[in-house]
């Protein structure tokens, strides 16, 4: 996996594979990675929100990676709302740190 963040994305709620909102990413082509990250997660108006810390916990999550993401990342931006600031953190694949974007929600119920 090349080292660029641009390329990469964390899924830790409704856009994750047989999440509510999959068919967002469904038409990119890619591959899908399980994955952990450090933060922590609640929920903003019934759906998950994370907040990166890096000593926090580590939780589940899945990273795509994909040729395509930059062509639609304004458009993810959009989706995802105010809510949620899109930002680099690191994702641990397999035995593997790499960085990559993830949406952190701004809020927590």
Known sequence: MTDDPETRLIVYGSLAPGGSNAFVLAGLVGEWYPCHIRGHLGTYRGFKSFR??????????????????????????????????????????????????????????
Request: glycine share 6%.
């Open 52 to 109: 990166y810390d890096p000593k926090g916990p580590e939780h589940p999550a899945w990273l795509l990676k994909s040729a395509d993401l930059p062509r639609v990342i304004l458009d993810l931006d959009d989706f995802e709302g105010e809510e949620y600031e899109r930002i680099i953190i690191p994702a641990k694949v397999s035995d593997r740190w790499v960085m990559a974007q993830v949406y952190e929600g701004k809020y927590m119920d």
